[in-house]
């Protein structure tokens, strides 16, 4: 069965290379476009004023990659000891971190044998460092048209990040949001003739990293029925959305590349 990669264009491509070298029918489908902000004065800011925060959490390597674009190279001159530190949710986020000049000892992330990279596992790593008065930037991403601004008063945080905040919060910190890029859903008559073009009218085991992309996928295509379709997802809370999209069978993986690979082959 052929497996579709819904992450965004350039993730989606390495997975997909990845997945192919170890002889899986692979192809590409991102379901999330990922673009700058209208306007990043708030970015520049933010940037400018980095040592107020005693931590900078990035919700994914995009995070990571827009808030770093530009003169002046913070990254580079990234503090090597105090503050801020750089909070990852994940191997792949503390990797664009790394790729970007952010020292290593600076970096705070999920174990790498953790069950889960996300919120939760980050606060297991950081929640016994946090001091009241401190604030923690969360540097992420906005649903929604070319016109988001660069920072709101109603940010899109997701469940995970909901619950990052409230463990912040009772400890005395305060939560500062930015937002750094956009994440968009692809124009559905691209999306269903990208299908076509790609034999995936008919069954296929679907691989999805985030809630967002199935909910896109549902937008693109109302009323389909994915009951004769697979999906292989990375956490509790996709496997729910993927459930509630009708998809006929959901098996849950560890997120790490090597555990989505073995997932895929032991599959009937």
């Known amino acids: 069965m052929r497996v579709v990669v819904t992450r965004p264009p350039d993730a989606a491509a390495r997975w997909v290379q990845a997945l192919v070298l170890q002889g899986i029918d692979a192809v590409s489908l991102p379901l999330i476009e990922i673009g700058p902000v209208a306007d990043g004065a708030a970015i520049q800011a933010a940037r400018r004023d980095i040592g107020q925060y005693a931590a900078v959490m990035f919700v994914s390597a995009a995070a990571v990659d827009h808030f770093f674009s530009g003169p002046p ?24 971190l790394q790729g970007l000049g952010v020292p290593r000892q600076q970096i705070d992330a ?29 540097v992420r991403g906005a649903q929604g048209k070319r016109d988001v601004p660069a920072q709101d008063d109603r940010p899109d945080r997701g469940q995970g990040r909901e619950w990052l905040a409230r463990q912040l919060a009772a400890q005395g910190a305060q939560v500062d949001y930015l937002v750094a890029y956009r994440r968009m859903p692809p124009q559905a008559d691209r ?12 069954p296929a085991l679907w691989l999805f990293t985030s809630s967002q992309a199935i909910d896109n996928l549902a937008q693109a295509w109302p009323g389909h029925d994915w ?38 082959k032991s599959l009937p």
Not at 191 to 202: N, Y
């Open 110 to 138: 999920p174990a790498p044998d953790s069950s889960q990279f996300d919120s939760e596992a980050l606060w297991q790593q950081v929640g016994s460092t946090v001091r009241p008065g401190q604030r923690v930037l969360v």
């Open 73 to 96: 190279d913070i990254a580079a001159a990234w503090p090597r000891t105090g503050a801020p530190r750089a909070w990852a949710p994940g191997p792949g986020t503390a990797s664009a």
């Open 227 to 264: 009951s004769a379709s697979r999906a292989l997802v990375t956490h509790p809370r996709i496997a729910a959305a993927a459930r509630a999209a009708g998809f006929g069978v959901v098996q849950e993986s560890r997120p790490a590349p090597a555990d989505v690979i073995a997932s895929i």
């Open 191 to 202: 999306l269903r003739q990208a299908m076509a073009d790609l034999g995936l009218m008919a």
